[in-house]
């Protein structure tokens, strides 16, 4: 059997066969299959014979495969069905005369591979068995399989010229059938191999072994169990009869970033830069009488740039956890989605380097209010705030503020003792601060002297961000490759900015 830790894979292609005898293309070469992957050629390791099993089923061996070699167009197999021996074995003799299951799907253990971001390019693999299969992997090797070996067809020579001989061989009804004892014998004597080998059954006690490990054999042979011999205090420190277990599931750490996304206006961009026209200055009409002159108007116009940044990292992986972990690939995907979904919601709230997008609570022309006090959070001073905004954006605007600077909102009243907070009665609507949404921002500043701990605003008309490249994991597996390793490089290039000051206002705390 393989061994417990190896993970066992299935390949697939189409083949056809005769009456017992049966021979077809395991995989054939220069073909990738259904899940990107390629074998090249000289990857086999061709054993002398496999056990042809039926769906991969091991309780269902149906036959020996005892020819497998390498062409320059694929893995050719001949092996023979037991369909004297193993009533499953004629089942599925019938089923491939009828159409019914023509696929052949190898099953075997990975030693070497390049992998690509859509499947692998298998350089060295041990095979393990050679299943019938009714749908394949590999769905381009029927036609190669159809010029390599005959199809049976209904009334085609060969099977009339088998029926002849099956006619001639048949015993009388009432006489025992006659065997050939040689041929069983060397059918039987091939099994044994096999199972010697470990392919089929449960494996052999080699000489030598301790105690524990022929209870355990015995055990799985169903000739019960000696419980003071086998204890897994007795197999430490090698855990070889009682292994350790492994999950597939990652305990992970909690990751917080801002949701500056969900309420600012993000949109796509095409170049490293993105220029932004803006009126800096309205007409200047004026009421005038039916005949007096007119007075010109020149409304000012200018533009911003926002230039799109890049945040980048990489991350070395050995070939074998590649390999043997079967998901450390999304694991490593999230934590790179958490940790540039984290930077990037810092940077939008408080980026203020030449190699970060613009932060909102950077930009310096927004106007603000004075709090009143140094420390203690005034509920006035948030009403004073709130109404000094253009009623067009007070309507639409939105509180941000950390869950420090919401805890100490939340006790705050106004003259007649109602709460400023305001909980969300229904589901899926936010929290709200003098009737308008508060949404909480870990990287708003604490309250302090001289902080700005508050922001209310329009963001949808004040914070614009823009994409150019999404997160993306290229793989490099050539640069560490001597080193055992293959590099993944993860980059996103975002820009940012507060295109609209007057949309927003901070609350400064100061007494004057």
């Known amino acids: 059997m393989p061994d417990t830790f190896e993970r066992i894979e299935t390949k ?9 005898e049966i021979t077809g293309i395991a995989w054939p070469f220069g073909t990738v299959d259904l899940e990107g992957d390629t074998i090249t050629k000289g990857a086999f390791d061709r054993p002398a014979s496999l056990p042809m099993l039926a769906e991969h089923d091991a309780a269902q061996t149906i036959g020996i495969w005892s020819e497998i070699t390498e062409t320059d167009e694929g893995l050719h197999v001949k092996g023979k069905l037991l369909i004297h021996d193993v009533p499953r074995a004629r089942e599925v003799a019938d089923q491939i005369r009828a159409g019914e299951i023509g696929g ?71 006489d025992q059938p006659q065997v050939d004892l040689k041929a069983f014998n060397r059918v039987v004597e091939r099994l044994d191999k096999l199972e010697a080998k470990g392919f089929l059954g449960t494996p052999a006690i080699a000489h030598g ?44 750490n909690l990751v917080e970033f801002s949701p500056v996304r969900s309420i600012a206006d993000v949109r796509p961009a095409g170049s490293h830069k993105i220029v932004v026209p803006k009126r800096t200055g309205i007409t200047n009409a004026a009421w005038r009488g039916e005949t ?34 079967a998901n450390v690939l999304s694991e490593v995907e999230l934590a790179l989605v958490e940790d540039f979904g984290a930077k990037e919601g810092l940077a939008f709230v408080n980026g203020s380097t030449a190699v970060e997008p613009q932060g909102f609570m950077q930009e310096a022309t927004v106007a603000h209010t004075l709090n009143g006090h140094a420390t203690n959070l005034s509920a006035d001073a948030l009403i004073r705030l709130m109404y000094a905004m253009p009623a067009t954006y007070r309507n639409r605007g939105t509180w941000v503020m950390n869950g420090t600077t919401l805890a100490a909102v939340r006790l705050l009243k106004d003259g007649q003792g109602n709460y400023l907070w305001q909980p969300s009665y229904q589901a899926g609507q936010p929290e709200t601060i003098l009737g308008r949404p508060v949404v909480e921002m870990k990287d708003m500043p604490d309250i302090a002297s001289n902080a700005f701990p508050v922001m209310f605003g329009d963001f949808k008309a004040g914070y614009r961000i823009y994409d150019r490249v999404e997160l993306a994991m290229k793989e490099d597996p050539y640069t560490q490759a001597t080193n055992g390793m293959v590099r993944f490089h993860a980059r996103k290039r975002v820009g940012a900015a507060v295109v609209r000051p007057d949309v927003f206002r901070k609350l400064r705390m100061a007494a004057a």
């Open 104 to 174: 052949l799907s190898i099953a075997f253990v990975t030693k070497s591979a390049k992998r690509y971001q859509k499947g692998r390019e298998i350089t060295e693999l041990s095979l393990r068995e050679i299943s019938v299969v009714k749908a394949p992997c590999n769905p381009g090797a029927t036609v190669r399989t159809l010029k390599s070996a005959p199809t049976i067809k209904e009334n085609s020579s060969v099977e009339k010229e088998e029926q002849a001989q099956e006619v001639k061989t048949q015993p009388p009804a009432n």
């Open 292 to 325: 007096a002159a007119r007075t010109a108007s020149e409304p000012a116009f200018g533009e911003m740039e926002i230039d799109i940044k890049e945040i980048n990292t990489f991350v070395d992986l050995s070939q074998w956890m590649i390999e043997d972990s």
């Open 209 to 252: 072994e301790n105690v524990e490990k022929k209870a355990f054999t015995t055990f799985l042979q169903g000739g019960g169990i000696d419980r003071k011999a086998l204890t897994v205090a007795n197999d430490a420190p090698g855990y070889v009869l009682a292994p350790e277990e492994f999950t597939n599931e990652f305990i992970r």
């Open 12 to 20: 697939a292609s189409l083949s056809v066969a005769e009456t017992g």
